[in-house]
């Protein structure tokens, strides 16, 4: 008859340890690829109000320039409020000309209601006449 192994047979617990271990290690690994998981899942969806934000930017100054360049009295005064609502979000421009340039200010939120603090913008002037030059032309 063949000698049972002594490390099978004998039953004072010595495998409990071991399973207890490697269930622990294994659920270590699923918590902290759920943990990832989430990480992920928010960091897409600030990545896609963030690309929002820089397009709400791009559209709001487009916008603002066309204004600007149709009305040529806006240049002239001292400080100006603009409001532009686009179905991603809103812009709100003011701006506020010092000497020979035009600082604006903007506060973007999007239709999630994520919102950008105030971002500062230098135009000179000459840019803004000439885009009015060139529109008159055509």
Same mark, same amino acid.
Not at 114 to 122: F, K, L, M
């Given at each position: 008859m063949k000698?049972? %192994? %002594?490390?099978?047979?004998?039953?004072?617990?010595?495998?409990?340890?071991?399973?207890?271990f490697?269930?622990? /290690?294994i659920f270590m690994l699923i918590m902290a690829s759920i943990k990832s998981y989430q990480n992920d899942v928010?960091?897409?969806?600030?990545?896609s109000e963030h690309v929002k934000i820089e397009t709400l930017y791009q559209m709001g100054l487009a916008r603002f320039k066309n204004d600007l360049a149709s009305q040529e @009295?806006?240049?002239?005064?001292?400080t @100006?409020?603009?409001?532009y609502q686009f179905p991603s979000g809103q812009v709100d421009i003011t701006s506020e000309r010092k000497d020979d340039?035009?600082?604006?200010?903007?506060i973007i939120t999007t239709d999630k209601g /994520? %919102? %950008?603090?105030?971002?500062? @913008?230098?135009i000179p002037v000459s840019e803004v006449l000439t885009m009015e030059m060139s529109q008159t032309n055509e």
């Open positions: 000698k049972k %192994s %002594s490390f099978i047979t004998n039953e004072r617990g010595f495998f409990l340890p071991f399973v207890l490697f269930t622990i /290690v928010i960091m897409t969806h600030r990545l @009295n806006l240049i002239d005064e001292r @100006n409020h603009f409001f340039y035009l600082y604006l200010a903007y /994520v %919102s %950008s603090s105030t971002i500062t @913008n230098i």
